[in-house]
């Protein structure tokens, strides 16, 4: 299959493009770019006329819900709205049913994903059996067998000297570690932010601290041992100071946001809104203006959707009973977009953060439209815009705080390994 697109401004941020030029594509991968190879006849020719052409998006966090959890969504349904939002790559949580701990578990994620032809799928290896926080995993084998990094998810590992023997061992096999920062005694059985609208709501609370005291450890202990340390899904601003100063000292840190603490706060659950019922929880008003300022100088290295679908019912609970999560995957783009036009972010610098930088984090080689590379490769019109409805979400999952705003960014096509797999 070879395909020209054509007329489109190509945003390239590892490789500094942001020009318009052509894309040549043969056998799956970047053939040329700007000029047209000799003898080349396109099978398709892709018209980009006022569309940006970059590469494919890298998503950090994607719950597909498989093995165990169909009931909420089914790999088929979370793969085609992921490649509907401009994702060619995504890493996979292990919090599945059984957890992602066994390398036969992770060969069937793997070989059922493939058969789809649509993004790649990177599943994130358990770090401990069961995420029980009691024994590490066989890391070498699930390895092998497709992980290419390891964490607990939502776990806490509150046993440190299992998260030291855990750091230990990654560190000599070369794995990086992904943990997000929460103590379970101070988290308990909080829902929302330690703040004056829990307080008036009468809701049970988890304080910043709960993040502040855990990545204390986090960091103490990487210092330790000398791990390649992700941390998932910052929420604080004193956290963030923490990671500043941690990285400032040279230690081998990096760490994302999930999208949704980009725009919203605790302000927004008011009115008991279920669909911002997510963990960690919506902070205060200058914890996200904190974040948004973190992300423009980089103190945070990506952004992510932390897409976590959730059957419709477990979303009608009242707010403390409700299940955590919200659906991301095909609103990544739109809201990373409209954080860079509220920030003056240029948009080769806010596609970094969902494309090469995430790609680095996951240690593959993607993110780029380098010539030889896979051609994954994401077309969108950034001036269109569209109403966040039900009847408009690809995922089996529709809950999301952000239902009936208009955002800016529409992906037109979707192109992995050389094919389109989306076309709007």
């Given at each position: ?7 489109g ?14 894309i040549?594509?043969?056998?799956g ?6 000029k047209?190879?000799?003898?080349f006849k ?13 590469p494919?998006?890298?998503d950090?966090s994607?719950?597909l ?5 169909e ?9 085609e ?19 992602l ?11 059922r ?30 390895n ?57 709501l009468?809701l ?34 004193e956290g963030l ?5 941690a ?7 990096t760490c994302?946001?999930s999208?949704?603490h ?25 914890d ?6 973190c992300?423009?100088?980089g103190?945070i290295?990506?952004?992510c959707?932390d ?13 403390g ?13 739109p ?24 790609a680095?984090i996951?240690?593959i ?5 380098s ?16 109403t966040?409805a039900?009847a ?33």
């Open positions: 299959m070879k395909i020209h697109i054509k007329n401004r190509l945003i390239d941020p590892k490789n500094g493009v942001d020009a318009v030029q052509d040549f594509i043969a056998a991968r970047i053939h040329m770019i700007g047209t190879p000799t003898n396109a099978n398709r020719v892709i018209d980009a006329q006022g569309l940006v052409v970059c494919g998006l890298i950090l994607v719950r819900r498989e093995p165990g959890l009931y909420k969504a089914t790999l088929e349904s979370e793969m709205a992921t490649v509907s939002g401009g994702i060619t790559s995504l890493a996979c949580p292990p919090d599945t049913d059984p957890p701990d066994e390398p036969g578990l992770v060969e069937m994620l793997k070989y994903a493939m058969n789809l032809n649509l993004a790649h799928v990177y599943p994130i290896g358990a770090l401990t059996q069961g995420l029980r926080g009691e024994r590490l995993t066989e890391m070498a084998e699930l092998d067998a497709g992980c290419v990094v390891f964490g607990q998810s939502e776990v806490p590992l509150t046993n440190l000297r299992v998260m030291m023997q855990a750091m230990r061992y990654a560190s000599t096999f070369g794995f990086s570690v992904w943990l997000r920062p929460q103590d379970a005694s101070l988290t308990s059985d909080g829902v929302a932010h330690d703040g004056e609208i829990t307080t008036r009468g049970p609370s988890v304080p910043v601290c709960a993040e502040t005291i855990a990545l204390s450890n986090i960091l103490l202990l990487t210092k330790e041992t000398g791990v390649n340390l992700h941390l998932c899904r910052l929420s604080s601003a100071n923490m990671v500043r100063a990285k400032q000292q040279g230690l081998p840190v994302d946001v999208i949704n980009l725009h919203l706060s605790d302000m927004d659950i008011d009115f008991f809104d279920s669909n911002c019922h997510m963990m960690p929880p919506l902070r205060s008003a200058g996200r203006d904190a974040l948004r300022s992300l423009q100088d103190t290295d990506a952004v959707s897409h976590s679908p959730v059957d419709e019912d477990a979303k009608l609970l009242p707010f009973e409700s299940e955590v999560g919200a659906t991301g995957v095909e609103l990544l783009l809201l990373t977009l409209k954080w860079s036009m509220e920030m003056r972010v240029p948009l080769v610098t806010a596609l970094e953060k969902i494309t090469v930088k995430p680095k996951l240690g080689n993607a993110g780029h439209l010539t030889g590379a896979a051609a994954d490769v994401c077309i969108f019109d950034p001036e269109e815009y569209w966040v039900t408009a979400i690809k995922s089996q999952g529709k809950n999301t705080p952000f239902l009936g705003m208009e955002l800016p960014g529409k992906v037109k096509y979707t192109v992995i390994n050389g094919h389109v797999v989306y076309e709007d």
